[in-house]
C-alpha cells in the first residue's frame, strides 16, 4: 500500500496571506489527523477528521481550520498567516474500528516558513 | 483532557550502553500508548507499543514496561547503536466514547548515541 502523502513538501509564505496543505491517507484509512511540530513543543495536535466529520480539536485558534473529503483526503488552512507558524505540519492516518488500538501513520510533512 | 510528560528532554550515551525515556500520561482511562521514532528529516514512525492490559513488552532491543497505577511508562533500549539516534516521542491514547480516540503525544526526546 502507499503510505500516506502530503502536498507541497516546502512553502514559504509572508505574514498575512493564507495557505492550504493536503493530505492523502492510505487507502481505506478514514481517519486524518494534523499537528503542528516546532522545535522543543513536540507535536501538537491540531484537529482530526472522520468520516468528513471533525471529531477532536486541539488548542488552536480559530485561523486553522481543516476539512476532509468522501474519499478521506483532507485539507488544512491556516489564514491570516503569523511569523510563529512557521513549522512542519504532519498529517496522519489511521484505520479505525471500533474498540481498537489505532496505529496512525504519518506522512512526510510540509515544511511552513512564514516570513 | 490527557496530558503526557516526557523526560529527559534529551540524553546522550555511548554506544553499547542502555537508554530509558519516561512518560507519565494523566488520564486514567487512557489504554493505548505508542512510542514513535522520528530521525532527523524524516517521518514519526511507530517503534513499539503496549496496550493498557498488559506490563511489559519486548521486541530485540526496545522494551516497553506500563505502571497503570502510578501512570506511567518507560521506553527501554539496550546495546545502543549509533543507529538508535533520534527523537523519540511518547504518547497516549484516549477515548471519547465509540471509536472516538485521541492520541496525545509527549514533547519528545532528543537521543543521541556516541561511537
Known amino acids: 500500500k502507499a503510505g500516506v502523502t502530503q502536498t507541497p513538501r516546502y512553502l514559504i509564505k509572508t505574514r498575512g496571506q493564507q495557505v492550504t496543505l493536503s493530505c492523502s491517507p492510505i487507502?481505506?484509512?478514514?481517519?486524518v489527523s494534523w499537528y503542528q511540530q516546532t522545535p522543543g513543543q513536540g507535536l501538537q495536535f491540531l484537529f482530526e477528521?472522520?468520516?468528513?466529520?471533525?471529531?477532536n480539536k486541539g488548542n488552536f485558534p480559530g485561523r486553522f481550520s481543516g476539512r476532509q473529503f468522501s474519499n478521506s483526503r483532507s485539507e488544512m488552512n491556516v489564514s491570516t498567516l503569523e511569523l510563529g507558524d512557521s513549522a512542519l505540519y504532519l498529517c496522519?492516518?489511521?484505520?479505525?474500528?471500533?474498540?481498537?488500538?489505532?496505529?496512525?501513520?504519518f506522512g512526510p510533512g510540509t515544511r511552513l516558513t512564514v516570513l | 483532557g490527557e496530558n503526557v510528560e516526557q523526560h529527559p528532554s534529551t540524553l546522550s550515551v555511548q554506544e553499547g550502553d542502555s537508554a530509558v525515556i519516561k512518560c507519565t500520561y494523566s488520564?486514567?482511562?487512557?489504554?493505548?500508548f505508542p512510542w514513535y521514532k522520528q530521525e532527523l528529516g524524516k517521518r514519526p514512525q511507530l517503534i513499539i507499543d503496549?496496550?493498557?492490559?498488559?506490563g511489559e513488552k519486548k521486541d530485540q532491543r526496545i522494551a516497553v514496561t506500563l505502571n497503570k497505577t502510578a501512570k506511567h511508562f518507560s521506553l527501554h533500549i539496550t546495546e545502543t547503536q549509533p543507529e538508535d539516534s533520534a527523537v523519540y516521542f511518547c504518547?497516549?491514547?484516549?477515548?471519547?466514547?465509540?471509536?472516538?480516540?485521541?492520541?496525545?503525544f509527549g514533547k519528545g526526546t532528543l537521543l543521541t548515541v556516541n561511537p
Open positions: 496522519a492516518s489511521s484505520l479505525v474500528l471500533a474498540h481498537h488500538y489505532n496505529e496512525q501513520f
Open positions: 487507502s481505506g484509512h478514514r481517519s
Open positions: 477528521y472522520f468520516s468528513e466529520t471533525q471529531r
Open positions: 488520564d486514567s482511562a487512557s489504554n493505548y
Open positions: 503496549i496496550r493498557s492490559n498488559v
Open positions: 504518547a497516549a491514547q484516549s477515548s471519547s466514547g465509540g471509536s472516538n480516540y485521541k492520541l496525545t
